[in-house]
């Protein structure tokens, strides 16, 4: 069992920061090995919709995306972790996964090559905004289980928090424990 953690925020260590590693530390202790991506850190580039995609499964786009494909096919769960920016996910994770697109052909289906490893794989997500109302964070929770729904991935649900100042999420006991169990329910645990 491996579960991927992919995290959105440009601002490492901070509180959808500390949240995916609340979920991948509930993963791992269920037995699952972890492995996490900071998309900040990473070359991604805006889909083009050149649609060169839909005949091999391969993007033509020369940055880090391709392997991050072979990443997300491998893992048997993936829990997405990002932030609010103005209503919104932030640039890195919509860029990221607007680049989905290569895993489908024209007629937007699982590619052959990828479909037997992508049936049934795990989504999970983590929101924090700055609003103390969390369904501020319900576009990108729609987006996330839209994607679930569409590809038939099992949607393993979101985690929804409040947090605003950096660190502000450690004193979120609520929150914390949600995303540890989330990444046990992505392990197969829950």
């Not at 579960?3 to 901070?14: A, D, E, K, Q």
């Not at 509930?26 to 060169?52: H, N, Q, T, Y």
């Not at 680049?99 to 090559?113: G, I, N, V």
């Amino acid at each position: 069992m491996k579960v991927l953690g992919i995290m959105g925020s440009p601002r490492v260590g901070g509180n959808s920061d500390v949240l995916l590693d609340d979920a991948l530390s509930g993963a791992e202790k269920a037995g699952a090995a972890v492995e996490k991506i900071i998309l900040d850190r990473m070359k991604i580039f805006g889909c083009k919709d050149c649609k060169k995609c839909n005949e091999t499964g391969l993007c033509i786009l020369k940055d880090d995306m391709p392997e991050i494909h072979k990443k997300i096919v491998e893992a048997d769960a993936i829990i997405h972790s990002v932030p609010v920016y103005f209503w919104a996910m932030t640039a890195q994770m919509k860029a990221y996964l607007d680049r989905w697109h290569a895993l489908f052909d024209a007629e937007w289906k699982w590619q052959k090559q990828y479909y037997p490893r992508m049936k049934n794989k795990g989504i999970g997500l983590i929101t924090v905004c700055g609003d103390a109302n969390v369904h501020t964070a319900d576009p990108i929770v729609h987006s996330f289980k839209t994607t679930a729904e569409f590809t038939n991935l099992r949607w393993l649900g979101a985690v929804m928090a409040s947090a605003n100042d950096k660190g502000d999420i450690l004193k979120d006991e609520k929150a914390r424990k949600n995303a540890f169990e989330l990444g046990e329910k992505a392990a197969g645990a829950r």
